[in-house]
Every structure is written in C-alpha cells, then in structure tokens.
C-alpha cells in the first residue's frame, strides 16, 4: 500500500499556483491531441510540452518515473501485443500517463475536484470521486488490520481452498462500509446537508491560467498540421 | 432548553431504544447522560437532530422541527471518521455554516478551529490526523455552526490519558449547553455537575453527578463502575461549585 502514499503534491512553484481548472484542461488537451494522432511529430511535440511544464514547475525524473511506472508498465505491456503499433502505442500511453501524474505532482486532490466542478462535471460523479478519496485510505487501513488479524491467527493460505478466508474479509468490509456511510449520511444530515455539495470559495481565472493555457495551443497547430 | 417527555422509539427490528424517557436540560447546564452500552444514549442522541423520529414529545429552545433542531443542537458524533468526511479540514468546518447559508462563513471556521486549537491543520487531510486531533476537529464543524446545545457521544473512547485530557481541557472552554454522552464516569465528573442514569431505553437517576457516583450499588446494578482506585472524595474536596441553574430533575 506505499503506492497510495506516495501521492500528492510535491514542491511549488508557479505552476502549482496556477487555477487548477487551467492545469487540468490544459493536460487533459495534451493527452487527447496525442492520442487522437498516430503521427510521430505530434507525439514528439507533446512529449517537448510535457518536458517543458515538468521542468517549470520543478518536478524531477526521478518522481515521475516512480509514479508512472505503476500504470505505464502493465499498459507497456500489453501493448506489446500491438507488434507493428507499438511505437505509437507506447508513446501515447506514456505521455496520457506523465500528463496525470504532473498534475497529480502540481495540484492537489481536493483542488482537482473542485476544479472538475466548477468545469460542470455531474456533480454525483465528483461527489463520489471526493468521498472514494476521503474514506479510501480509512478503508486501507480497516483491510490492513483484518489481515493483521488473519496473519496473528496464523492464516497462511497454501492452496486455494484456504483462500475463502479472504472472502469473509470482503464480506465483512462491505458491510463495514455500508453501515459507515449510513453513519456518514447521518452526520451529514446533522450538520444540514440538503443534497448540494456547499463550496467554500472559488479560485479566480488570472492572466497566467490563460498565458498557460495560450503556451499550450501551439499542440493544436502541430496536431492540425499534422 | 431540552425538554422530553415520554419519548419511545424502538428500531425495525423491535430491539427497543428508548421506553419512555422523561428529561429536561436548563439552559447553560452541562449534564453527562451514562449508561452501559445498548441503553439508548446514542438513539437519544440521534432523537434530539430529529434523525430519529420516535413517538412521545421532544421539543429544544421550544420547537421540533427537523431543520431548527440541526441548527440548535450540535451533535459530534463518536467515530470522527464518520463527522469527517470533506476532503479538507476547513471545508469540513465549513459544510456546516455553509449548508445554514450564514454570510460569515470564513470567520466561523478560524473562530472554530482556534476554539479547539486546530488552526494550523486548516488545509490538511482529515486522514492525515491522529485521533485526538479529528475528535477535536469534530467538535469544531459543529461549534462554526454555532449551535445552542452541545452534545457528544462518547468523546474520549479510544484516547490516550494526555489526548483525553487535552480534549477535557478544550471542552471545559466551551460556554454552552452540554451534553456529554458516555460511560467515562471520571470524564463525567469532571465536566459536568448534573448527571442522568439511562438503563434500557429508562431514564433510572438523575441529580448531581458526584452524588451519583458515589452511589455504587446503583452504578453496579446498571453495569457501571468507576475505574478501580479512582478516588471521589478527592474530586468532591477540589470541586469548584459553579454557578449555574440548578437541574431540574424528573425521573421516570
């Protein structure tokens, strides 16, 4: 489970500053016009903008291979499989994963949902995504001390029948799960929820979320061109 | 201030949760409600935010309607997990005034969290918190809605001696109606003067905390004891009487 710690935002500088709302438009555009293209300069030129946000906000190699390797390996994989289109494949793969993984590095969770809302995704979808990021680290750690209890009781599964004992953990951690969200519904309802998500205040769109974005729009072109 | 009368409620699946409970609090009085486990503290807890409607009469600050009472009571309820549940601290703090549309809202979180002494944990995660520090924040979503009564459920379970009495310390700041819901004997005694015994879904004593503590047989018979060692009369030669309303008792 280290993996789920090791997230977050990492350092600041003036990208990290920036209106979440420009970071996450901004390399969600980079990842589609790569991928909506099969040809090597338009990759090439996204990989270049990619390289660029990456060095003006300071994030180094070193985090961005440790967090994209965790998607880009299996998805490498698989691509394999692609034989002929491999190139292409990887290549898109790699800059839609180091695009998530800059602004998962530059903008923190709670700032991209509120940039998600106010960009009018349903707001259920976001909702959810805001509770799964809330309760998924105390459902983490629930699973790890039920397996603490499994391990301290000497469960050490050999052969498959054994593993039904996982099953029950399942079991037990729905129900967990569920009678915590009723609590939660509860305590919600407590404190007025009236089936709107309140929002405490809203970022302002400045002049350096357009340049950034403007920074952007040479892609576009390459893509066009291309 | 809070005033039951005959509240009954029993859950879908007939276990019975309250059987006739008879109270009423006093404006500005802090009074611990005890009881073992399964005696219907919580259930009453929930009956006094309306989200659980039983028959009999409830009635807090004169009305029961389900919207004023959230506004007049506060509930901080046992597992902050489950208070919790926003993805900052202050946003957390904020749902509650935000949801009352009050136009102070800023104001009301830093005055919240400075009340609890959690201000420079505004921006963080609530899981990168230890447990003291969600019960207080806890506490905190529910004071920036400025409610008239306080109540809490269970508010030391599961703290270490410091952090408990940290949290007692905090509490003891707060001016307003209390109600602490617990089986802390000790904690009982050391905030509130006036108590009430609640044994299965029955309102069994009610008077002045110290007196009923001091009361084994009737702890005993309701699964009740205080921690062994723990010495009363030291607490009756340093308690500073307060000033406050006297409690009006009413048992069943």
Same mark, same amino acid.
């Given at each position: 489970m ?11 500088? !003036?990208?990290? /500053?920036?209106?979440?709302? @420009? ?6 555009? *980079?990842?589609?016009?790569? #991928? ?9 030129a996204? $990989?270049v !903008?990619?390289?660029?946000?990456a ?8 985090v961005? #291979? ?7 390996l ?15 494949? $990887? ?20 700032? *991209? ?8 995704v349903?707001?259920?979808? *976001? ?5 799964m ?18 391990? @301290? /009781?000497?469960?050490a ?7 039904? !004992? ?5 079991t ?6 569920y ?5 939660v519904?509860?305590?919600?309802? $407590? ?15 400045? /002049? ?8 952007l729009?040479?892609?576009?072109? #390459?893509?066009v061109?291309a | ?6 509240? &009954?409620?029993a859950?879908?699946? =007939? %276990?019975? =949760?309250?059987? =006739?409970?008879?109270?009423r609090?006093?404006?500005? +009085? ?11 503290k ?9 989200l ?15 919207k ?5 009571v ?12 926003m ?11 935000l949801?009352q549309?009050?136009?102070?809202v800023?104001a009301?979180v830093e005055k919240?969290l400075?009340?609890?002494?959690? &201000?420079?944990f505004a ?8 447990l ?5 924040v806890?506490?905190?979503?529910v ?7 306080l109540?809490?459920d ?21 001016d307003?109606?209390?109600? %602490? ?5 000790p ?6 003067e006036?108590?009430?015994l609640?044994?299965?879904?029955? %309102? ?6 110290? +007196? ?11 699964d009740? +004891? ?5 010495d ?5 030669r ?12 009413s048992?069943p």
């Open positions: 280290s993996s789920l710690r090791e997230s977050g935002v990492v350092g600041d500088s !003036a990208i990290h /500053r920036l209106d979440p709302r @420009a970071k996450l438009v901004g390399l969600l555009a *980079v990842t589609v016009i790569a #991928v909506s293209s099969a040809a090597w300069p338009v990759h090439a996204c $990989a !903008a990619l390289l660029l946000v060095a003006a906000a300071r994030i180094g190699p070193r961005i #291979v440790r967090r994209a390797r965790l998607i880009l299996p998805v490498l994989l698989v691509a394999l499989f692609a034989r002929t289109a491999f190139p292409p494949v $990887a290549a898109k793969a790699t800059i839609g994963t180091v695009s998530a993984v800059l602004l998962g590095a530059t903008t923190s969770f709670p700032d *991209v949902l509120h940039a998600l809302e106010r960009l009018k349903p707001r259920l979808l *976001v909702l959810i995504a805001a509770f990021y809330r309760y998924l680290f105390t459902i983490v750690d629930e699973v790890q001390r039920m397996r603490a209890a499994l391990t @301290a /009781r000497g469960y599964p050999r052969h498959a029948l054994q593993v039904q !004992a996982i099953g029950r953990v399942a037990a951690l729905f129900l967990r799960t009678e915590r969200a009723e609590r519904h509860l305590a919600m309802l $407590a404190r007025g929820f009236d089936e709107r998500m309140p929002r405490l205040h809203a970022p302002a769109f400045r /002049r350096a979320d357009a340049l950034f974005l403007t920074a729009a040479p892609l576009l072109a #390459v893509r061109v | 201030m809070i005033d039951a009368r005959g509240l &009954r409620f859950y879908p699946n =007939g %276990v019975v =949760g309250l059987d =006739g409970v008879d109270l609090v006093q404006e500005g +009085e802090r009074v611990a409600v005890l009881g073992p486990n399964g005696a219907g919580t259930t009453l807890m929930l009956h006094l935010n309306a659980l409607k039983g028959t009999g009469e409830l009635t807090v600050a004169g009305t029961s309607d389900a004023a009472l959230r506004a007049l506060g509930l901080v309820f046992q597992d902050p997990d489950d208070q919790l549940f993805p900052t601290v202050r946003e957390d703090v904020a749902f509650g005034p949801n549309r009050v136009p102070d800023e009301r919240a400075r009340a609890v002494r959690m &201000r420079d921006d963080r995660a609530p899981h990168q918190l230890s003291g520090q969600k019960r207080r806890a506490i905190a979503t004071l920036a809605m400025d409610p008239k009564v109540v809490l269970e508010p030391s379970a599961n703290l270490d001696p410091r952090t408990r009495r940290e949290l007692i310390e905090t509490l003891e700041t707060i307003r109606t209390l109600l %602490v819901v617990s089986h802390d004997l904690l009982a005694a050391r905030l509130c006036r108590s009430v609640l044994s299965a879904g029955r %309102v069994v004593a009610d008077g002045p905390t110290l +007196e009923l503590l001091a009361d084994e047989p009737l702890l005993a018979a309701h009740l +004891e205080l921690p062994e060692g723990f009363l009369t030291r607490l009756l340093t308690a500073s009487p307060r000033s406050r309303p006297a409690a009006s008792a048992g």
